[in-house]
């Protein structure tokens, strides 16, 4: 998979399943179910390194959990989140990360959040032949700002601004955008105004594709879940039973048995 192909998809009126991918079996096993693309969430902070948010997440955090993703080899587009304060501080810096995503990493393609702020960064990173997905709505780095997780651009106001950067983001390069917690109606509109793909997590089914975070889905993260989550397995409580009827065995020394013992 290709970030031109990810476009082409759009043109055609494909529908792009993406999900998060933070090691190397879930690598596997949601390239063989068919996703395009893997991203590498900084939602790793929350759903796999048990911290309250996004922020405390590093580059070499990141750069740990990418490698362990390309090493399943996936077929599918692998795109690296790039976390807090890893392009913010300057245009330089920004360039340089993402291309240690690129370099050291083996990532097909890099994320990062924010509308007109970060379009310089994202001129710069395309110009160097990165390919660059955009990140709009409720941009999980700027929780501290937003007073917490709440859907955002439900004024006039805000709408406006989020369709206005949504098209500085397709003009500065970026080959799709993550609509993320903005009502429906605006996600179907964004997705209608630009030519490249639409990636919506509580965004409607009126984007291009959908994203959802693998652990939410999977009935494996133990902290709240937004209204937008569909849990298609229960997956931590298929884990607890199995872990319990272990923890029983051993006690009860009905493990290991003759078979399983040299
Ligand atoms: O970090 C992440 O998993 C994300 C998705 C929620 C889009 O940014």
Sequence with gaps: MTAPRIVEMKRKGEAIAVLTAYDYPTARIADEAGAEILLVGDSLG???LGY?????VTMEDMLHHTRAVMRAKPAALVVADMPFLSYQVSDEQAILNAGRFIQEGGADAVKLEGGERVTGAIRRMVAAGIPVMGHLGLTPQ????????????????????????????????????VLEGIPARLGAQVTRALAIPTIGIGAGVGCDGQVLVSHDLLG?????????VRRYAAVGDVMREAFAHYVADVKARRFPSDAESY
Excluded: I, M, W
């Excluded at 700002?145 to 439900?154: D, E, H, I, L, P």
């Excluded at 106001?157 to 500065?172: I, P």
């Design 52 to 56: 309250e948010n996004t922020l405390p």
């Design 46 to 48: 929350t759903v796999v």
């Design 142 to 177: 700027s929780v501290l700002a937003f007073g917490g997780y709440k859907v955002q651009a439900r004024g006039e106001a805000d709408q406006e601004r989020l369709v206005r950067e949504a098209g500085l983001l397709q003009n500065s390069g970026c080959f799709a955008l």
């Design 220 to 228: 494996l993260f133990l902290g709240h879940q937004p209204k937008f």
